[in-house]
C-alpha cells in the first residue's frame, strides 16, 4: 500500500517526532518503539496524559498535542482507532504545516486519514516505524531489530 520511496521520504524528512500513548513501562511497544526512533537521532516527545510533567527519553511528557511547546513532524500515535480522530484532529490544529501523521500496527482511521490527507499531510497507518526503518535502511546491530 505504501511504497518504499514514501516511507523513505517520510524518514529524511523528519526529525522531531511527537509519540502520543507512550508508556513509562520498557515493555510495552510505545516505549521501545519510542526508544528505538530516539536511537536512530530523532528526537522524540512523548505524550501521555498519565505521565504528563515526567520525564522519558530525556525529554519532558506532554498531557496533549496541544501542550507541546516546539514543532514536530511527525505525530506517531499508539492509541486504539476510535481515539484517532481526536489525535489527528488536535495535530492539524497544533501545527498547520505538519508533515506526516504515523498510526501504528492495528490502529487505522480513514475518516481522520482523509482529514489530514486534504491538509496536505502524508498518512502511514497499520505499519510500525521499527520494522519499517531497519527494512529500509538495515539495522546496524541486533539490538535495532
Not at 523528519?14 to 510495552?28: D, L, N, Q
Not at 530525556?58 to 514543532?71: F, I, M, N, T, W
Request: glycine residues 8%.
Amino acid at each position: 500500500m505504501y511504497s518504499d520511496d514514501l516511507l523513505r521520504d517520510v524518514f529524511t524528512r523528519t526529525a522531531t517526532i511527537a509519540v502520543v500513548g507512550v508508556s513509562a513501562k520498557p515493555e510495552r511497544p510505545s516505549h521501545y518503539v519510542t526508544e528505538f526512533l530516539q536511537r536512530k537521532g530523532y528526537r522524540v516527545i512523548p505524550v501521555n496524559p498519565g505521565l504528563a510533567g515526567q520525564e522519558l527519553f530525556g525529554e519532558r511528557v506532554y498531557g496533549s498535542l496541544a501542550e507541546v511547546p516546539d514543532d514536530v513532524d511527525m505525530v506517531d500515535i499508539f492509541r486504539r482507532s476510535e481515539a484517532v480522530p481526536a489525535v489527528v484532529e488536535e495535530a492539524l490544529a497544533r501545527w498547520p504545516k505538519l508533515g506526516t501523521i504515523w498510526m501504528q500496527i492495528g490502529v487505522e482511521h480513514a475518516g481522520a486519514a482523509a482529514a489530514a490527507e486534504a491538509r496536505g499531510v502524508t498518512v502511514i497507518q497499520n505499519r510500525c516505524p521499527k520494522i519499517e526503518y531497519p527494512r529500509l535502511f538495515g539495522a546496524a546491530s541486533v539490538a535495532d531489530l
